[in-house]
């Protein structure tokens, strides 16, 4: 029997995002029912005398409807994130993955990975690169950002340029491939343009992610946000450059949070000082800015939100040894964002140490190591395999422990 006086437990994270999904199908399904109702006859009509003009069935002409619109708004992501490619070329920046929807193109230790994966909640596509010097990196990184907004731009102008040249040869849109191509360049050529115009405007994402408008208002405005973008990217360098966190100039790293903008940046900035102070195994100072960290989570990306509720995760089971809190933690950061199968790996196996799953936390473990060796080496490589090996011990202890008992 269901008992209605007690209230209905909170929706997770993903509960709510599946939630908000289904509403906003269902406010789409309402509105194209009322404008079917009101305007279906025409549109049927349209679409029988397009058929029998092309002399193909209509069933036909609705297919390659609902196959080319999903492909051309694809390509128009493609361009998108193509440009942003040239644009860190130009800038030289060193690419270090590609998102195109489905399509994910990550640059492995031994390659690249090519993967067709479910896109990012609220994410169509991304390109991530990071400066491979610190030297003029304002308007560097506005090259990179630009190039994205910039590439839709011109090749939707192309394309609707090249549909006006069409118009003055109407025969063509009495062919099926002349009719096709006649409305692809119509259609992908405003998309594009409408893309790159609103990838322009200084908007606030609520995903955590920054517009390419916003950044370059940014840069373009100066003032402490935009240090904090330079100062993002320059852990990024020193990073990728090889630099061990501990060996981070501390006077940066206190510039880097010195510089608040009520933004995903101060995220960024305390999690970034959370990985100075923990390779210097300063305890203190690594949980109060996980804290910060913490408190901040909202502003920053999902995957971002599983990543630091993970890391305190790790910390809990370690440093402090609180079992409860590392189980507390690592479910925050599950109801976050679901785990696939490669991510907190390192998380969980710490975890599983502590509530003495000795087997588990072995095969975490080795999972962890495994994807760390397959990942670019950095500078807080050494430090991931040096905490790897510090867990192994642990476990290996334990487990002779278990046997002499």
């Known amino acids: 029997m269901i008992d209605f006086s007690q209230p209905d437990a909170p929706l997770t994270p993903e509960q709510q995002r599946k939630k908000q999904k289904r509403q906003t199908w269902l406010a789409l399904g309402f509105v194209w029912g009322i404008i079917a109702v009101l305007d279906g006859r025409k549109w049927v009509h349209s679409i029988l005398y397009k058929a029998a003009i092309l002399d193909i069935s209509w069933p036909v002409l609705v297919l390659g409807w609902i196959i080319g619109l999903p492909i051309l708004y694809w390509l128009v992501i493609v361009v998108h994130e193509g440009g942003h490619v040239v644009g860190a070329l130009f800038a030289r920046f060193q690419i270090l993955s590609?998102?195109?929807?489905?399509?994910?193109?990550?640059r492995k230790a031994k390659g690249w990975q090519i993967q067709l994966r479910k896109p990012a909640a609220k994410l169509s596509g991304m390109v991530q690169a990071f400066p491979t010097h610190d030297r003029n990196l304002r308007s560097r990184y506005a090259l990179f950002i630009a190039g994205g907004p910039l590439a839709n731009i011109l090749t939707g102008a192309l394309a609707l340029y090249s549909h006006s040249k069409l118009s003055a040869a109407p025969d063509i849109i009495f062919s099926v491939s002349g009719y096709a191509l006649y409305k692809t360049l119509l259609i992908f050529g405003w998309l594009s343009v409408a893309t790159g115009g609103l990838n322009l405007l200084p908007l606030n994402l609520t995903s955590g992610h920054i517009i390419d408008g916003r950044k370059l208002w940014h840069l373009l405005k100066g003032g402490p946000v935009m240090r904090q973008?330079?100062?993002?990217?320059?852990?990024?360098?020193?990073?990728y450059a090889g630099v061990r966190p501990r060996d981070w100039e501390i006077e940066q790293v206190k510039a880097f949070l010195a510089n608040?903008?009520?933004?995903?940046?101060?995220?960024?900035?305390?999690?970034?000082?959370?990985?100075?102070?923990?390779?210097?195994?300063?305890?203190?100072?690594?949980?109060?800015?996980?804290?910060?960290?913490?408190?901040?989570?909202?502003?920053?990306?999902?995957?971002?939100?599983q990543q630091v509720l993970a890391e305190a995760a790790y910390?809990?089971?370690?440093?402090?040894?609180?079992?409860?809190?590392?189980?507390?933690?690592l479910d925050c950061a599950q109801e976050a964002?679901?785990?696939?199968?490669?991510e907190g790996l390192f998380s969980r196996a710490a975890v599983a140490f502590v509530e003495r799953q000795f087997s588990e936390a072995e095969e975490w473990l080795q999972a962890a190591r495994?994807?760390?060796?397959?990942?670019?080496?950095?500078?807080?490589s050494v430090q991931a395999f040096?905490?790897?090996?510090?867990?192994?011990?642990?476990?290996?202890?334990?487990?002779?422990?278990l046997q002499l008992v």
């Open 98 to 106: 590609f998102v195109a929807s489905w399509l994910h193109v990550k």
């Open 229 to 239: 973008h330079l100062g993002l990217l320059y852990f990024q360098n020193l990073t």
């Open 260 to 305: 608040q903008s009520n933004s995903v940046l101060d995220f960024y900035a305390h999690f970034y000082a959370y990985c100075y102070y923990h390779d210097c195994k300063d305890l203190e100072s690594t949980q109060s800015h996980l804290n910060e960290a913490i408190a901040l989570r909202k502003m920053s990306p999902i995957a971002l939100q």
């Open 315 to 329: 910390i809990a089971a370690l440093h402090t040894h609180d079992v409860e809190q590392a189980r507390y933690w």
């Open 337 to 342: 964002k679901p785990f696939t199968c490669e």
């Open 370 to 380: 495994q994807q760390l060796q397959e990942t670019i080496q950095t500078g807080s």
């Open 386 to 401: 040096e905490c790897m090996n510090d867990l192994q011990a642990k476990i290996q202890h334990a487990q002779a422990q």
